[in-house]
């Protein structure tokens, strides 16, 4: 099964792609993740994307599409993935379509996780990550059991994204808005989206989007 998951900023794609990856086994191809990467390793590619990644804009296609088409073709994408954060514009999604054809896979469900703006720049500027496993944690949501313990790995060191701040939350919710969401009523086209209520917990999204995976 391939999926997309579809949403702003801070909707929660990466928190349910993780669980879904633990749950039904799919591969998670977060382009966020491998651009921070990319940055990470001052590859050519990384430098190219800090750039815009730090407005909060959206890198270009080009170099998204080739990142995503050289990653699904590792044997692990065999069995299925979840598109976290892919496509976000309409040359990413009919460039998908094209990579998808060629290869004979297809899309099975394209996941909207509905969520109001308001509560997107709390979720996301509270957000930090264990350094060492990945773990992720909120300043008021969730802390660590242990004051500056990873409840996971029993790391002590813990980072926050360059961009998680309230600056450019707003850039990244308008590239949202003119961007991605066009790409709603192109997936409602071909039938295969479906939607979520992103303002319930965690526990409660993950069972939404079961139920469409499972088609009940
Ligand atoms: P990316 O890394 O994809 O960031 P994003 O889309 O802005 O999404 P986030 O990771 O911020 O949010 P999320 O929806 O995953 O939420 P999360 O689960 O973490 O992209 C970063 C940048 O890279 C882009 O701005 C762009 O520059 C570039 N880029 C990436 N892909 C690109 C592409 N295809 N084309 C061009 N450029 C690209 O949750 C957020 C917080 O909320 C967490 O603290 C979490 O615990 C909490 N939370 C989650 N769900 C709930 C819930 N139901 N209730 C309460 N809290 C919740």
Redesign the pocket.
Known sequence: MNLILL?P???????QAKRLVNCVGLVQL????M?RAAVANGSAVGLDAKV??DR????DDSI?VAIIEERIDEPDCRNGFIL?????TEA?AEALDKMLSNKNLKLDKVIEIRTDDAVLTE??T??FACADCGE?Y?DQ??QPLVKNVCDSCGGHNFSRRN?DNAETVRA?LSAYHSQTAPLLPYYRQQGVLGEVD?M???DE?TDQITKIINGS
């Open positions: 949403g900023p801070g909707a929660g794609k990466g928190t977060s382009t966020g993740d651009l815009a990644m909060g804009a959206l890198v998204v976290d954060g892919f496509p976000r990413q979720r996301i509270g957000r992720g909120h949501f969730r961009d990244r992103g319930l917990g965690v999204v």
